[in-house]
């Protein structure tokens, strides 16, 4: 709780010593990029896709495309390092200009490869379905908006897709419940910050998903920055 505290107050004093010297940018070239990974979570519908319109009938919030699952992903974890660093710039009684360059000189990017789902078994409630194409796979379970498990190459059965049989499933490989990126700055101040401190917003901001639509599934969620 104290290291805490004290990486706020860091945090805070840096945000504050923006406002003296201005919003300040790296040279060219010499921006800083720090490294993170998440893992532990599991996977809500809107980190997979499927290019089965049935599919996404039957699981709204999929994603249609790759890059579209990888996109909404880089838009979440962005969106929420940005929300508590305008925490932090508010506790600092920043303007509101401020926080918004500041914000413009930090950029967010994912390394993920997101799950495809060509056909599904979706359980909402009481009701289960099987739907999308059943002669491919990887065929996804989706229980209560949440890919719990799918159906491997070896067990194409109707048996495989059927919830409640999970001697037939498989595993979510780990490859889809862990995430990499970087977070590259050009402001002169967050350039200088400690790698504690990038791991105290990444932290905050993976906290902070728990506490909204995605709570159970970043739940258990861990972060490690370099």
């Known amino acids: 709780m104290e ?74 974890v962005m969106q929420t390092v940005f929300d508590v660093l305008e925490q932090q710039g508010r506790s600092a009684l920043l303007s509101d200009a401020i926080i918004a360059t500041i914000l413009g000189q930090l950029r967010v990017q994912i390394n993920y490869d997101p799950l495809e789902c060509q056909g599904a078994t979706v359980s909402k409630g009481p009701e289960t379905r099987i739907t999308g194409n059943m002669m491919k796979v990887p065929h996804c379970i989706i229980i209560d908006g949440t890919v719990t498990a799918t159906c491997p190459v070896e067990n194409r059965q109707v048996m495989c897709m059927t919830i409640g049989m999970p001697m037939k499933t498989a595993a979510i490989s780990t490859n889809y419940t862990m995430l990499s990126g970087t977070l590259t700055t050009t402001n002169i101040i967050m350039a200088n910050w400690s790698r504690e401190m990038w791991q105290n917003i990444v932290n905050r901001a993976i906290r902070m998903l728990t506490s909204g639509p995605f709570a159970s599934n970043f739940f258990t969620a861990s972060v490690t920055v370099s």
């Not at 923006?18 to 720090?34: D, K, L, S, Y």
């Not at 893992?39 to 049935?54: A, C, H, I, K, W």
């Open 3 to 76: 290291t805490l505290l004290t990486t706020s107050l860091l945090i805070i004093t840096v945000l504050i010593m923006t406002t003296v010297w201005g919003c300040g940018v790296m040279p060219p070239g010499q921006e800083r990029t720090r490294n993170f990974t998440v893992s532990g979570f599991s996977l809500p519908v809107s980190m997979v896709y499927s290019g089965e319109t049935t599919v996404r009938i039957e699981a709204p919030g999929i994603a249609p495309t790759k890059e579209a699952a990888k996109g909404s992903i880089e838009r979440l």
